[in-house]
Protein backbone atom coordinates (compact mmCIF):
# COMPACT_ATOMS: atom_id res chain seq x y z
CA UNK A 1 0.00 0.00 0.00
CA UNK A 2 0.96 3.67 -0.60
CA UNK A 3 1.89 5.48 3.12
CA UNK A 4 -0.89 7.70 4.68
CA UNK A 5 -1.17 9.19 8.13
CA UNK A 6 -3.83 7.09 10.54
CA UNK A 7 -5.95 8.82 13.03
CA UNK A 8 -9.25 7.56 14.94
CA UNK A 9 -12.45 9.42 14.86
CA UNK A 10 -13.63 10.55 18.31
CA UNK A 11 -17.16 12.62 17.02
CA UNK A 12 -19.19 12.22 13.87
CA UNK A 13 -18.69 16.43 13.74
CA UNK A 14 -15.14 16.43 13.67
CA UNK A 15 -14.99 13.24 11.44
CA UNK A 16 -17.42 14.90 8.74
CA UNK A 17 -15.58 18.61 8.53
CA UNK A 18 -12.07 16.53 8.25
CA UNK A 19 -14.01 14.56 5.48
CA UNK A 20 -15.01 17.42 3.73
CA UNK A 21 -12.23 19.26 3.54
CA UNK A 22 -9.58 17.14 2.38
CA UNK A 23 -10.59 15.34 -1.27
CA UNK A 24 -7.70 12.74 -0.26
CA UNK A 25 -9.26 11.26 3.02
CA UNK A 26 -10.64 7.91 3.10
CA UNK A 27 -13.25 6.97 6.04
CA UNK A 28 -12.64 3.60 7.09
CA UNK A 29 -14.88 1.41 8.79
CA UNK A 30 -14.59 -2.30 8.64
CA UNK A 31 -11.80 -1.82 5.63
CA UNK A 32 -12.35 -5.41 3.56
CA UNK A 33 -13.25 -3.57 0.81
CA UNK A 34 -11.08 0.10 1.40
CA UNK A 35 -8.10 -2.13 2.05
CA UNK A 36 -8.30 -4.23 -0.81
CA UNK A 37 -8.89 -1.12 -2.89
CA UNK A 38 -5.43 0.38 -1.55
CA UNK A 39 -3.63 -2.96 -1.84
CA UNK A 40 -4.39 -2.72 -5.22
CA UNK A 41 -3.52 0.65 -5.74
CA UNK A 42 -6.77 1.85 -6.74
CA UNK A 43 -7.85 4.03 -3.69
CA UNK A 44 -5.15 5.96 -3.08
CA UNK A 45 -5.81 8.41 0.38
CA UNK A 46 -3.29 10.32 2.05
CA UNK A 47 -5.18 9.79 4.65
CA UNK A 48 -7.19 7.20 6.81
CA UNK A 49 -9.75 8.28 9.18
CA UNK A 50 -10.78 5.44 11.60
CA UNK A 51 -14.54 5.36 12.35
CA UNK A 52 -15.03 2.33 14.05
CA UNK A 53 -15.41 4.27 17.65
CA UNK A 54 -18.40 6.65 16.49
CA UNK A 55 -21.50 5.89 17.87
CA UNK A 56 -24.35 4.39 16.55
CA UNK A 57 -21.90 0.44 6.59
CA UNK A 58 -18.60 -3.54 -0.56
CA UNK A 59 -18.49 -1.26 -3.81
CA UNK A 60 -19.16 -2.37 -7.27
CA UNK A 61 -18.78 -5.36 -9.56
CA UNK A 62 -16.60 -5.59 -12.53
CA UNK A 63 -13.30 -7.11 -13.19
CA UNK A 64 -11.97 -3.95 -15.42
CA UNK A 65 -11.96 -1.92 -12.31
CA UNK A 66 -9.51 -3.68 -10.50
CA UNK A 67 -7.38 -4.68 -13.61
CA UNK A 68 -3.53 -4.54 -12.76
CA UNK A 69 -2.89 -3.90 -16.31
CA UNK A 70 -4.88 -0.61 -15.84
CA UNK A 71 -7.52 -1.61 -18.68
CA UNK A 72 -9.84 1.47 -19.14
CA UNK A 73 -12.14 1.98 -16.64
CA UNK A 74 -14.34 5.59 -16.30
CA UNK A 75 -15.27 4.25 -12.68
CA UNK A 76 -11.63 4.31 -11.94
CA UNK A 77 -9.67 6.67 -14.40
CA UNK A 78 -12.75 8.80 -15.57
CA UNK A 79 -12.62 9.42 -19.39
CA UNK A 80 -10.14 5.82 -19.62
CA UNK A 81 -13.39 4.15 -21.45
CA UNK A 82 -15.07 1.46 -20.64
CA UNK A 83 -13.65 -2.28 -21.40
CA UNK A 84 -16.71 -4.37 -20.08
CA UNK A 85 -18.83 -2.44 -23.09
CA UNK A 86 -17.57 -4.42 -25.47
CA UNK A 87 -15.22 -7.23 -23.90
CA UNK A 88 -16.30 -9.78 -21.28
CA UNK A 89 -19.81 -8.71 -20.11
CA UNK A 90 -21.26 -11.96 -19.07
CA UNK A 91 -21.63 -10.35 -15.37
CA UNK A 92 -23.03 -7.01 -16.28
CA UNK A 93 -25.98 -4.70 -16.41
CA UNK A 94 -29.12 -4.90 -18.40
CA UNK A 95 -30.74 -2.10 -17.13
CA UNK A 96 -29.65 1.60 -16.81
CA UNK A 97 -26.03 0.82 -18.31
CA UNK A 98 -24.45 3.56 -20.64
CA UNK A 99 -21.65 3.48 -22.63
CA UNK A 100 -19.50 4.57 -19.99
CA UNK A 101 -20.18 2.01 -17.69
CA UNK A 102 -22.20 -1.40 -18.00
CA UNK A 103 -20.94 -2.44 -14.37
CA UNK A 104 -23.86 -3.82 -11.64
CA UNK A 105 -23.64 -3.22 -7.61
CA UNK A 106 -22.89 -6.41 -6.13
CA UNK A 107 -24.62 -6.11 -2.84
CA UNK A 108 -27.10 -8.70 -1.27
CA UNK A 109 -28.40 -6.10 1.45
CA UNK A 110 -28.74 -3.49 -0.90
CA UNK A 111 -31.20 -5.12 -2.59
CA UNK A 112 -33.23 -6.34 0.25
CA UNK A 113 -33.25 -2.36 1.86
CA UNK A 114 -34.47 -1.14 -2.05
CA UNK A 115 -36.83 -3.37 -1.77
CA UNK A 116 -38.34 -2.41 1.71
CA UNK A 117 -37.55 1.48 1.16
CA UNK A 118 -35.46 1.92 3.52
CA UNK A 119 -33.86 4.97 4.67
CA UNK A 120 -30.37 6.09 4.89
CA UNK A 121 -29.78 8.56 7.85
CA UNK A 122 -26.54 10.67 6.46
CA UNK A 123 -24.85 13.64 8.59
CA UNK A 124 -22.63 16.15 6.35
CA UNK A 125 -21.31 19.47 6.75
CA UNK A 126 -24.55 21.42 6.57
CA UNK A 127 -26.33 18.81 8.90
CA UNK A 128 -28.52 15.51 8.76
CA UNK A 129 -30.68 14.70 6.26
CA UNK A 130 -32.50 11.06 5.29
CA UNK A 131 -32.13 9.70 1.86
CA UNK A 132 -34.86 6.70 0.00
CA UNK A 133 -32.81 3.86 0.00
CA UNK A 134 -33.74 4.31 -4.04
CA UNK A 135 -32.31 7.82 -4.42
CA UNK A 136 -28.85 6.49 -2.51
CA UNK A 137 -27.21 4.66 -5.36
CA UNK A 138 -26.99 6.76 -9.13
CA UNK A 139 -26.70 4.93 -12.70
CA UNK A 140 -23.78 5.59 -14.04
CA UNK A 141 -24.58 8.17 -16.29
CA UNK A 142 -21.40 9.87 -18.06
CA UNK A 143 -19.64 10.31 -14.17
CA UNK A 144 -19.17 6.33 -13.52
CA UNK A 145 -16.96 7.46 -11.01
CA UNK A 146 -19.44 8.20 -8.43
CA UNK A 147 -21.80 5.14 -7.09
CA UNK A 148 -23.97 6.84 -5.09
CA UNK A 149 -25.24 10.59 -4.04
CA UNK A 150 -22.90 11.00 -0.94
CA UNK A 151 -20.43 14.24 -0.98
CA UNK A 152 -17.30 14.87 0.62
CA UNK A 153 -17.92 15.20 4.32
CA UNK A 154 -21.36 12.41 4.33
CA UNK A 155 -21.05 10.44 7.09
CA UNK A 156 -24.06 7.62 7.03
CA UNK A 157 -25.39 7.12 10.49
CA UNK A 158 -27.72 4.94 10.31
CA UNK A 159 -29.96 2.98 8.07
CA UNK A 160 -33.80 2.96 9.34
CA UNK A 161 -36.12 0.24 7.65
CA UNK A 162 -39.52 1.38 8.78
CA UNK A 163 -42.21 -1.64 9.47
CA UNK A 164 -43.88 -2.04 5.91
CA UNK A 165 -47.14 -4.29 4.85
CA UNK A 166 -45.05 -6.42 3.03
CA UNK A 167 -42.55 -7.08 5.09
CA UNK A 168 -44.04 -10.33 6.66
CA UNK A 169 -43.73 -12.18 3.98
CA UNK A 170 -40.43 -11.88 2.03
CA UNK A 171 -37.70 -13.36 0.51
CA UNK A 172 -34.49 -13.23 -1.15
CA UNK A 173 -33.50 -15.38 -4.00
CA UNK A 174 -30.54 -15.17 -5.18
CA UNK A 175 -28.44 -17.08 -8.40
CA UNK A 176 -24.79 -17.53 -9.00
CA UNK A 177 -22.47 -19.83 -10.60
CA UNK A 178 -20.65 -21.12 -7.36
CA UNK A 179 -23.11 -22.63 -4.48
CA UNK A 180 -20.76 -20.38 -2.24
CA UNK A 181 -18.89 -17.14 -1.82
CA UNK A 182 -20.01 -15.37 -5.11
CA UNK A 183 -21.81 -12.28 -6.24
CA UNK A 184 -25.27 -12.88 -7.53
CA UNK A 185 -25.46 -13.55 -11.48
CA UNK A 186 -29.17 -12.29 -10.96
CA UNK A 187 -31.13 -11.89 -7.66
CA UNK A 188 -34.49 -10.74 -6.41
CA UNK A 189 -35.52 -9.19 -3.12
CA UNK A 190 -39.69 -9.24 -2.86
CA UNK A 191 -42.19 -9.27 -0.18
CA UNK A 192 -45.75 -9.01 -0.75
CA UNK A 193 -49.14 -8.05 1.52
CA UNK A 194 -51.56 -10.85 0.83
CA UNK A 195 -55.20 -10.80 0.32
CA UNK A 196 -56.16 -14.62 0.53
CA UNK A 197 -54.46 -16.15 -2.17
CA UNK A 198 -54.25 -12.46 -3.72
CA UNK A 199 -51.10 -10.11 -4.36
CA UNK A 200 -52.60 -7.31 -2.39
CA UNK A 201 -48.96 -5.69 -2.56
CA UNK A 202 -45.46 -6.27 -3.97
CA UNK A 203 -42.37 -4.79 -3.61
CA UNK A 204 -39.40 -6.80 -6.02
CA UNK A 205 -36.23 -4.98 -6.63
CA UNK A 206 -33.36 -7.18 -8.40
CA UNK A 207 -29.64 -7.35 -7.94
CA UNK A 208 -26.50 -8.21 -10.25
CA UNK A 209 -29.32 -6.40 -13.15
CA UNK A 210 -27.48 -3.02 -12.80
CA UNK A 211 -25.69 0.04 -11.18
CA UNK A 212 -28.05 -0.05 -8.76
CA UNK A 213 -30.55 -2.35 -6.79
CA UNK A 214 -33.20 -2.35 -9.74
CA UNK A 215 -37.09 -1.51 -8.31
CA UNK A 216 -39.43 -3.73 -10.64
CA UNK A 217 -42.04 -0.35 -10.28
CA UNK A 218 -43.93 -1.44 -13.12
CA UNK A 219 -44.32 -4.95 -12.29
CA UNK A 220 -45.29 -4.27 -8.80
CA UNK A 221 -48.68 -2.11 -10.17
CA UNK A 222 -49.33 -5.13 -12.39
CA UNK A 223 -48.91 -7.02 -9.63
CA UNK A 224 -51.96 -6.14 -7.42
CA UNK A 225 -55.22 -8.14 -6.90
CA UNK A 226 -53.03 -10.98 -8.66
CA UNK A 227 -53.47 -14.43 -6.99
CA UNK A 228 -50.55 -16.23 -6.59
CA UNK A 229 -52.19 -19.11 -8.47
CA UNK A 230 -52.19 -17.70 -11.31
CA UNK A 231 -48.72 -18.31 -12.81
CA UNK A 232 -49.35 -16.80 -16.08
CA UNK A 233 -50.52 -13.58 -14.64
CA UNK A 234 -47.38 -13.62 -12.57
CA UNK A 235 -45.37 -13.91 -15.58
CA UNK A 236 -46.96 -11.11 -17.47
CA UNK A 237 -47.00 -8.60 -14.85
CA UNK A 238 -43.13 -9.32 -14.31
CA UNK A 239 -42.67 -8.94 -18.27
CA UNK A 240 -43.60 -5.43 -17.55
CA UNK A 241 -40.64 -4.36 -16.40
CA UNK A 242 -38.34 -6.28 -18.49
CA UNK A 243 -39.76 -4.75 -21.79
CA UNK A 244 -36.65 -2.06 -21.23
CA UNK A 245 -34.00 -4.12 -20.75
CA UNK A 246 -30.80 -3.87 -22.50
CA UNK A 247 -28.61 -7.14 -23.05
CA UNK A 248 -25.01 -6.68 -23.70
CA UNK A 249 -22.69 -9.04 -26.03
CA UNK A 250 -23.14 -11.56 -23.31
CA UNK A 251 -25.43 -11.27 -20.66
CA UNK A 252 -28.67 -11.69 -22.39
CA UNK A 253 -29.59 -14.89 -20.50
CA UNK A 254 -30.23 -12.32 -17.83
CA UNK A 255 -33.40 -11.07 -19.38
CA UNK A 256 -34.97 -14.61 -19.14
CA UNK A 257 -32.94 -15.77 -16.10
CA UNK A 258 -34.43 -12.23 -14.02
CA UNK A 259 -37.83 -13.11 -15.05
CA UNK A 260 -37.44 -16.32 -13.77
CA UNK A 261 -35.65 -15.57 -10.63
CA UNK A 262 -38.20 -13.02 -9.67
CA UNK A 263 -41.50 -15.08 -10.20
CA UNK A 264 -39.64 -17.68 -7.65
CA UNK A 265 -39.19 -14.77 -4.60
CA UNK A 266 -42.86 -14.01 -5.29
CA UNK A 267 -44.00 -17.58 -5.43
CA UNK A 268 -41.73 -18.11 -2.13
CA UNK A 269 -42.68 -15.12 -0.42
CA UNK A 270 -46.56 -15.36 -0.74
CA UNK A 271 -46.56 -18.63 0.17
CA UNK A 272 -44.87 -17.17 3.65
CA UNK A 273 -48.15 -15.68 4.66
CA UNK B 1 -3.69 -15.17 29.79
CA UNK B 2 -1.88 -13.84 26.89
CA UNK B 3 0.74 -10.91 27.02
CA UNK B 4 0.97 -7.47 26.05
CA UNK B 5 2.97 -6.29 23.09
CA UNK B 6 3.83 -2.97 22.47
CA UNK B 7 5.34 -2.35 19.04
CA UNK B 8 5.72 0.49 16.39
CA UNK B 9 4.28 0.18 12.57
CA UNK B 10 3.46 2.28 9.73
CA UNK B 11 -0.52 3.10 9.90
CA UNK B 12 -0.17 0.89 5.80
CA UNK B 13 1.27 -2.56 7.83
CA UNK B 14 -1.76 -4.76 8.12
CA UNK B 15 -2.23 -6.59 11.11
CA UNK B 16 -1.68 -10.18 9.90
CA UNK B 17 1.75 -8.47 8.99
CA UNK B 18 2.76 -6.88 11.90
CA UNK B 19 1.66 -10.48 13.92
CA UNK B 20 4.10 -12.50 11.71
CA UNK B 21 6.39 -9.96 11.10
CA UNK B 22 6.88 -7.69 13.98
CA UNK B 23 5.67 -10.31 16.82
CA UNK B 24 7.10 -13.51 15.32
CA UNK B 25 3.63 -15.39 15.84
CA UNK B 26 3.47 -17.12 12.08
CA UNK B 27 0.80 -19.22 12.92
CA UNK B 28 -2.14 -17.11 11.07
CA UNK B 29 -0.83 -17.82 7.10
CA UNK B 30 -0.59 -15.21 4.51
CA UNK B 31 -2.23 -17.23 1.73
CA UNK B 32 -4.77 -14.48 -1.10
CA UNK B 33 -3.92 -11.57 0.88
CA UNK B 34 -6.92 -10.03 -0.17
CA UNK B 35 -9.81 -11.33 2.39
CA UNK B 36 -10.73 -14.26 -0.09
CA UNK B 37 -9.37 -17.43 1.70
CA UNK B 38 -9.67 -16.84 5.21
CA UNK B 39 -5.90 -18.10 6.29
CA UNK B 40 -5.30 -14.90 8.18
CA UNK B 41 -8.23 -15.51 10.11
CA UNK B 42 -7.70 -14.23 13.93
CA UNK B 43 -9.79 -13.31 17.17
CA UNK B 44 -10.26 -9.55 18.26
CA UNK B 45 -12.23 -9.16 21.74
CA UNK B 46 -13.34 -12.77 20.38
CA UNK B 47 -14.87 -12.24 17.20
CA UNK B 48 -13.19 -13.70 14.24
CA UNK B 49 -11.09 -11.28 11.20
CA UNK B 50 -9.59 -11.55 8.17
CA UNK B 51 -6.02 -9.91 9.78
CA UNK B 52 -4.71 -9.41 5.90
CA UNK B 53 -7.93 -7.00 5.57
CA UNK B 54 -7.44 -4.64 8.62
CA UNK B 55 -4.68 -2.62 9.81
CA UNK B 56 -2.35 -3.11 12.91
CA UNK B 57 -3.19 0.76 14.59
CA UNK B 58 -7.15 -0.11 13.87
CA UNK B 59 -6.54 -2.58 16.89
CA UNK B 60 -4.49 -0.89 19.35
CA UNK B 61 -5.44 -1.79 22.72
CA UNK B 62 -7.64 -4.38 21.65
CA UNK B 63 -7.38 -8.25 22.59
CA UNK B 64 -6.55 -10.42 19.89
CA UNK B 65 -6.13 -14.01 19.77
CA UNK B 66 -4.67 -16.02 17.45
CA UNK B 67 -3.85 -19.70 17.05
CA UNK B 68 -0.37 -19.77 19.30
CA UNK B 69 -3.09 -18.59 21.83
CA UNK B 70 -4.92 -21.41 21.61
CA UNK B 71 -3.05 -23.85 23.94
CA UNK B 72 -3.26 -24.11 27.66
CA UNK B 73 -1.21 -25.56 30.15
CA UNK B 74 0.55 -27.57 26.95
CA UNK B 75 -2.90 -28.70 26.42
CA UNK B 76 -4.38 -28.70 22.63
CA UNK B 77 -7.43 -26.78 23.00
CA UNK B 78 -10.95 -29.15 21.99
CA UNK B 79 -11.21 -28.14 18.62
CA UNK B 80 -7.61 -28.20 17.66
CA UNK B 81 -7.82 -31.90 19.05
CA UNK B 82 -10.75 -32.64 17.22
CA UNK B 83 -8.99 -31.86 14.05
CA UNK B 84 -6.13 -34.19 14.33
CA UNK B 85 -9.03 -36.58 15.36
CA UNK B 86 -11.21 -36.60 12.27
CA UNK B 87 -7.77 -35.49 9.85
CA UNK B 88 -9.01 -32.38 9.25
CA UNK B 89 -5.91 -31.11 7.10
CA UNK B 90 -3.22 -32.16 4.62
CA UNK B 91 -1.05 -29.48 3.79
CA UNK B 92 -1.79 -27.72 7.09
CA UNK B 93 -2.05 -24.25 5.63
CA UNK B 94 -5.32 -23.52 5.79
CA UNK B 95 -5.31 -24.99 9.10
CA UNK B 96 -5.06 -22.02 11.70
CA UNK B 97 -7.10 -19.86 9.83
CA UNK B 98 -10.14 -23.29 10.07
CA UNK B 99 -9.65 -23.61 13.25
CA UNK B 100 -9.79 -19.77 14.62
CA UNK B 101 -12.90 -19.47 12.59
CA UNK B 102 -14.55 -22.69 14.01
CA UNK B 103 -13.51 -21.52 17.63
CA UNK B 104 -15.20 -18.10 16.83
CA UNK B 105 -18.08 -19.52 14.55
CA UNK B 106 -19.27 -21.69 17.76
CA UNK B 107 -19.87 -18.50 19.78
CA UNK B 108 -21.79 -16.83 16.89
CA UNK B 109 -24.02 -20.13 17.16
CA UNK B 110 -24.41 -20.16 20.76
CA UNK B 111 -24.91 -16.12 21.07
CA UNK B 112 -27.68 -17.40 18.35
CA UNK B 113 -26.83 -15.78 15.07
CA UNK B 114 -28.83 -17.46 12.37
CA UNK B 115 -26.79 -17.97 8.64
CA UNK B 116 -28.09 -18.10 5.49
CA UNK B 117 -28.49 -21.82 5.46
CA UNK B 118 -31.20 -21.05 8.49
CA UNK B 119 -34.33 -22.25 7.22
CA UNK B 120 -36.26 -20.78 10.07
CA UNK B 121 -35.07 -17.26 11.09
CA UNK B 122 -38.39 -16.61 13.31
CA UNK B 123 -37.00 -18.61 16.63
CA UNK B 124 -33.79 -17.98 17.83
CA UNK B 125 -30.57 -19.94 16.95
CA UNK B 126 -29.21 -22.63 19.37
CA UNK B 127 -26.35 -24.99 19.10
CA UNK B 128 -28.68 -28.44 18.21
CA UNK B 129 -29.45 -25.99 14.96
CA UNK B 130 -25.94 -26.42 13.89
CA UNK B 131 -26.17 -28.76 11.19
CA UNK B 132 -23.81 -29.94 8.46
CA UNK B 133 -25.61 -27.83 6.19
CA UNK B 134 -25.22 -24.90 8.63
CA UNK B 135 -21.39 -25.60 9.65
CA UNK B 136 -20.53 -25.67 5.59
CA UNK B 137 -22.14 -22.49 5.08
CA UNK B 138 -20.38 -20.74 8.17
CA UNK B 139 -17.42 -21.87 7.23
CA UNK B 140 -17.32 -21.08 3.63
CA UNK B 141 -15.02 -17.92 4.17
CA UNK B 142 -12.36 -20.39 5.01
CA UNK B 143 -11.27 -22.65 1.58
CA UNK B 144 -9.18 -25.67 1.69
CA UNK B 145 -6.93 -26.22 -1.57
CA UNK B 146 -6.07 -29.79 0.10
CA UNK B 147 -10.50 -30.30 -0.01
CA UNK B 148 -10.33 -31.51 3.34
CA UNK B 149 -13.68 -30.18 4.20
CA UNK B 150 -15.74 -32.82 5.01
CA UNK B 151 -12.86 -33.92 7.48
CA UNK B 152 -13.45 -30.62 8.81
CA UNK B 153 -16.98 -30.84 8.92
CA UNK B 154 -16.73 -34.20 11.21
CA UNK B 155 -14.12 -32.23 13.41
CA UNK B 156 -15.56 -29.23 14.02
CA UNK B 157 -19.05 -31.10 14.69
CA UNK B 158 -17.48 -33.08 17.18
CA UNK B 159 -15.80 -29.96 18.60
CA UNK B 160 -19.18 -28.19 19.04
CA UNK B 161 -21.01 -31.38 20.82
CA UNK B 162 -17.83 -32.17 23.06
CA UNK B 163 -18.58 -28.73 24.69
Known sequence: MQTFTFSRATDPTTAIAAHAQDPHLAFIAGGTDLIGLMKDHVALPQHVLDINSLPDMSRIRCAYFRDEDDLPCNKRRPGSGCAARDGLNRLHAIFGWSDECVATNPSDLAVALAALDANVIVRGPRGQRSITFTEFHRLPGNTPECDNVLERGDLIISIEVPPRIEGRSSHYLKVRDRQSYEFALVSTAAAVAMDGGRIRSARVAMGGVAHKPWRLTAAEAALRGVSLDDIEALKKAIAISFIDARPLAQNGFKVELGQRVALRALQVAGGRT | ?163
Open chain 2, 1 to 163: MGRIERITVEPRMALLDALRDELGLTGPKKACDRGECGACTVLIEGRRVLSCMTLAVMHDGQRIGTIEGLEHDARLNAMQEAFIEHDGFQCGFCTSGQIMSAVAMIEEAKAGWPSAATEDVTRPFTLNDLSAAEIRERMSGNLCRCSCYPNIVDAVTEATHRR
